[in-house]
């Protein structure tokens, strides 16, 4: 994504946080369901199912359905697919894939929106160390995040967490740089962008201020980090042939250290782990 010259962000109260947070429990719920439904055999269309059943069961809205024209509630990216992929029946997962499901969805025009990145049977260890390495990457971009700090900062916890870990291959981790997080409340996408590496002209970034919510999402490749879309205009592919895993979660900061809305404990016990200094839920 291009960077935009001038940047609106939008700081939401104390009580629009609290939307946010309803809306990040449907999408944490909807996303435990669907790492339950994961299996060898069954297709991409009946995870959309599930996680259509558990958002409008909750009284929510998908963020995702009818987006830009997108045509399903969550995007389902298989193996080297590394986001926006569409849902179809066509698709059938199998012992040894690992696929990526973004899941979002809003409460009274607040949004929430997080993914994982979910083995599918037995993986190889090159892919279990790719999802464990994207994974602790996003918990330890979102613990370096501190009232008067700065966006870079959360940017410099993701970069250098991946780069201080060892390629099973003996190779590099290769880091998505052009699709990135974002802010989020009443758009799914707003000012300012949340990059996963930091660039020689990038800038410190804005303050982190109460109010500011973000979603942040390491998408890191196995090969290189370089990518390309296919002919449906939606989906991202690694240019290599790689796997690729995903991992987001939306957060904000409080005076007691960072909240994440869309884990199911507010991210206590993984933020606890890292050193963060918000243990309550």
Known sequence: MEERAAQMIQIKTRDEIDLMRQAGIVVGTALAALREAVRPGITTADLDEVARGVIYGAGATPSFLGYHGFPATICTSVNSEIVHGIPSAKVVLHEGDIISIDCGAIIEGFHGDAAVTVPVGEVSLDKRELMRVTEESLWHGMAAARLGGRLVDISRGVETYIRSQPHPGGGSWGIVEEYVGHGIGTEM???????????????RGPAIVPGLALAVEPMVNLGGRHTKVLDDGWTVITQDGKPSAHFEHTFTVLEDGPWVLTALDGGRDRLAAIGSVRASA
């Not at 000012?191 to 990038?202: A, E, I, K, L, S």
């Open 189 to 203: 996408h707003q000012d300012p962008q949340v990059h996963n590496y930091v660039g020689p002209r990038m800038g």
